[in-house]
T-cell receptor, first 114, second 110 residues
């Protein structure tokens, strides 16, 4: 157990809908990262927050947004969902900002869009 | 941005033998190289990492080597065991972003 928690574990929804994924970092970690893992595309970095502020952006679609709250938990919002958004969504956390520090992954949320 | 290539995509080795997975990266400014192990349906777990100022790092049966000149790094697993079967991902850090390789599915044959 990495200490990073994610809810829900599974999510099934229809195209066009909006969902919110939640992540709580390890105690003491200020940075949260979101990744998408599709069967054929590996782990893709979406976005990073550090202490409430957006720190770095990857290949995140405009239909997706995220935020980090004062208690350091983070939410990833996915809207106008398409079949291709079906994937595992992981969040990870680290003590410091930037990619050059150990990142610990949560158990992931499996999103299925039908 | 950074581009990471990982080979092979699948690897089968006899239990007790060694396994080697190789990655190359494109940007010489990348400075941190972690390796993750992911079992089916589970989270990626950090197993070892190396920074650009170090050439080699070992942790029991696992070692990572880094060649900055050639821009490649490798994972070495010795005395493989059935529980080593998993997908292994390399990654490189550039400008605060981790870019992952496409993964290697390692199967240990009893």
């Amino acid at each position: 157990d990495s200490g990073v928690t994610q809810t829900p574990k599974h999510l099934i929804t229809a195209t066009g809908q909006r969902v919110t994924l939640r992540c709580s970092p390890r105690s003491g970690d200020l940075s949260v990262y979101w990744y998408q893992q599709s069967l054929d595309q590996g782990l893709q970095f979406l976005i990073q927050y550090y202490n409430g502020e957006e720190r770095a952006k990857g290949n995140i679609l405009e239909r997706f947004s995220a935020q980090q709250f004062p208690d350091l938990h983070s939410e990833l919002n996915l809207s106008s969902l398409e079949l291709g958004d079906s994937a595992l969504y992981f969040c990870a956390s680290s003590v410091n900002p930037g990619g050059a520090y150990e990142q610990y992954f949560g158990p992931g949320t499996r999103l299925t869009v039908t | 941005g950074e581009n990471v290539e990982q080979h092979p995509s699948t690897l089968s080795v006899q239990e007790g033998d060694s396994a080697v997975i190789k990655c190359t990266y494109s940007d010489s400014a990348s400075n941190y190289f972690p390796w993750y192990k992911q079992e089916l349906g589970k989270r990626p777990q950090l197993i070892i990492d190396i920074r650009s100022n170090v050439g080699e790092k070992k942790d029991q049966r696992i070692a990572v080597t880094l060649n900055k000149t050639a821009k490649h790094f490798s994972l070495h697993i010795t005395e493989t065991q059935p529980e080593d079967s998993a997908v292994y991902f390399c990654a490189a850090s550039l400008n605060e972003k981790l870019t992952f390789g496409t993964g290697t599915r390692l199967t240990i044959i009893p």
